[in-house]
């Protein structure tokens, strides 16, 4: 029986956050992690990434305990490694340090060979008006929509 693909948005994060570059990045888990990742029991909610002796990780990052796990289970909100190759590292080292910058994760799935994959964005936080710009240019275009069906 094949399983239904994973992919596990962060809305909030486009919402909140001006995306400028994007990567893919591997992620460091355990065995029972894994399997509620492809349950679909996950949650980007408030997650960001920041440095730690040169090596990325997330933080806040919510994947729900495994429901056959016992006492092998995970703890659902812990910091998890990042893998990406050192010349992304670099780049996105570099791009924090200057203000504003920040690196949030966007996306989660599963690729075609059954390892769990992040994507990132390296994103400058908008202001309060921008906010209310995305939120009229979204009304609009639905209201676009709307006459066109018509």
Not at 21 to 49: H, M, N, P, Q, Y
Not at 82 to 105: C, M, Y
Request: net charge positive; glycine share 4%; with cysteine.
């Amino acid at each position: 029986m094949k399983q239904a693909p994973v992919n596990i948005k962060n809305k909030r994060a486009t919402f909140d956050y001006e995306i400028t570059d994007t990567f893919t990045a591997g992620i460091v888990l355990t065995g029972t992690e894994i399997k509620s990742i492809r349950l679909g029991k996950a949650s980007l909610v408030d997650t960001f990434c920041f440095f730690a002796r040169e090596e990325l990780w997330v933080k806040n990052m919510h994947i729900a305990e495994y429901f056959y796990g016992s006492y092998n289970n995970h703890v659902a909100r812990r910091d998890r490694k990042l893998l990406l190759n050192s010349k992304e590292l670099r780049k996105l080292e570099r791009a924090t340090k200057e203000t504003g910058f920040t690196i949030v994760p966007l996306r989660m799935f599963i690729n075609e060979k059954g390892l769990a994959k992040v994507v990132i964005a390296l994103a400058k936080g908008k202001k309060q008006y921008d906010k209310r710009q995305s939120l009229r240019e979204k009304d609009d275009k639905r209201d676009m929509d709307r006459m066109f069906k018509k």
